[in-house]
């Protein structure tokens, strides 16, 4: 099992830039996939970036967020960083950490088992 604590959001103006923070506590957080996804008032939870357990960190990211996203992570620390940059009013939402244990990274929420309590970010125009 583990537990995520996230950390890092905060008011950003557009075009700004952050970096959000996950630090991990159980065991064996190199074995877990570990991503974040987001959530916007009204809005379904979303993918964002995922960072596989194995395959030197292999990435994902959705569409919305490539190019402008950097997931990265260090199992010597138990922490998972998500920079982003170029933020845009539509970045808006409570960001959380999440875990899945497995072959890959997943990019829907129901897949993972592990959650922190989520961050918001606001992102003003």
């Known amino acids: 099992q583990v537990q995520l604590v996230e950390s890092g959001g905060g008011l950003v103006q557009a075009g700004g830039s952050l970096r959000l923070s996950c630090a991990a506590s159980?065991?064996?957080?190199?074995?877990?996939?570990m991503a974040w996804f987001r959530q916007a008032p009204g809005k379904e939870r979303e993918f964002v970036a995922a960072v596989s357990w194995s395959g030197g960190g292999s990435t994902y990211y959705a569409d919305s967020v490539k190019g402008r996203a950097t997931i990265s992570r260090d199992n010597a620390k138990n922490t998972v960083a998500l920079h982003m940059n170029s933020l845009k009013p539509e970045d808006t939402a409570v960001y959380y950490c999440t875990a899945r244990v497995g072959a890959t990274p997943a990019s829907t929420a129901r897949s993972y088992g592990y959650w922190g309590q989520g961050t918001q970010v606001t992102v003003s125009s």
């Open positions: 159980g065991r064996s957080f190199s074995s877990y996939n």
